[in-house]
């Protein structure tokens, strides 16, 4: 057991019973049952949870419930591909483009299970912590903590401890890990790894930039929402913030969370892309640090956007953006409406530039086509 790392790790497995006993106390266990146990008696739910002692308990009984409620009721098709290249007595860094705060890791979690993986654990900004029983579900659900903000050397420091940390999950604690490719959802629909990420990586092996890497066994995730996670929500946060940096409201992480999770989603899919490997580094040996983290986010986009599935979504709001008919051949009359419909929902917000807005929400289902030119 380190304790170097006690501020931002997940749960033991001998913190379960009172995190359980957190939780069924909370005022919002009524609705969480009502959601992921529908039809059976709270009591018995309570009882049940109650009765965990180990995070695998918690992600066995509840977790795998919550995913397969969201699937149920949000997702008309799910699917994947790249797992059976995974190696179940290997550990790796999952590096994913984010498009929904919980369900990217969550469903990746859920595919992991099914496919006789151990699930991984997964970054949690400190933003998200808001509230103890969020804290109690996150920690129980192999959550750690990413602390962001503060001063610059505040960032460096909580940067190597970040660093430190990952490398200790997956060589000595021995449990893959899940992270996404920047600080926050991709809004704009352009999935692009933050080369800062790549750094970070690699503050915990400074003397070989290429085993740096190498040995945390890097696998590039690209998740695709046929019916964009907050796609309106985002929008209006790319419109309010042209002028001047977007302040959070009080509550509106939690909204996005909640929101992601019942919100039509259409089809899914997570493709699990190619390893990482050395050989692939090796090309980059002869770059300095820097050119060095920006190739390797590079590559990582690549691998992303090359599994990215486009949906008849993507070509009808590039189709829209730039007034063309150039991809009507991908989508029917009936896809073109029900997007349009979707779309409508912006005029429920008074804004000055509608047309912005517009063009806004737009940009999110087309950029990802435009990536792939």
Known sequence: MNNNFDDIRPYYDSEIPAAMQNIVNSNFFGLLCTYVYPGRNPEEVKEMMLSFRTIRDFQLEVMRCVNEQVIRRSITEFTYSGVEQLDPDK???????????????????????????????????????????????????????????GTMRDFYLSSVHLSDYIRYVLTEKGQSLWIAQRNGRTKDGLDRTDQGIIKMFCMSYPQDKIQALSQLHIVPVSVSYEWESCDILKALELYQSRQAPYVKKPGEDLNSILTGIAQPKGRVHISFCPQVTENDLRQFDDCTSNEYHRQVAQLLDRRIRTAYQLTPNNYIAHDLRYGQHRYQGRYTPEQRQAFLHRMEKLNRFDVPEPDVLRDIFLGIYANPLKELW
């Open 91 to 149: 550990k790796y860094l999952f590096v994913s483009n984010h498009r929904d705060i919980m369900l990217d890791a969550c469903l990746l979690q859920y595919i992991l299970y099914k496919n006789g993986h151990e699930t991984s654990e997964i970054t949690f900004g400190a933003n998200l912590m808001s509230s103890p029983l969020v804290i109690d579900i996150g920690k129980a659900n192999k959550m750690f903590r990413v602390e962001r903000g």
